[in-house]
């Protein structure tokens, strides 16, 4: 991964969800310089790759964090409205 920046005007990609003319000065990461970007950019870094664990419901019960118990709430009765007859 690299993180470029775009140092002339003609790169066009997706910011903020919308398609646009990415600006001079715009800095982003991609995996390679793309072709239509080539002399348009320059590389700032390179963005070495982040594992990242994600917590999955799983099988051993062992491996899952505690979570606090919640208080039972009574039972609250329906609303109910009368109708009185005159």
């Not at 903020?16 to 800095?27: M, S, Y």
């Not at 990461?29 to 994600?54: N, W």
């Not at 208080?71 to 329906?78: C, D, G, M, T």
């Amino acid at each position: 991964m690299k993180k470029l920046k775009v140092e002339k005007a003609g790169c066009w990609g997706v910011i903020d969800g919308a398609f646009q003319q990415l600006p001079v000065g715009h800095e982003f990461v991609a995996v390679d310089v793309p072709a239509a970007f080539a002399g348009r950019v320059s590389i700032m870094a390179e963005v070495g790759t982040q594992e990242l664990e994600v917590a999955t419901p799983g099988d051993n019960s062992a491996e899952q964090p505690e979570q606090p118990e919640q208080p039972e709430q009574p039972e609250q009765p329906a609303a109910t409205k009368s109708k009185k007859g005159k």
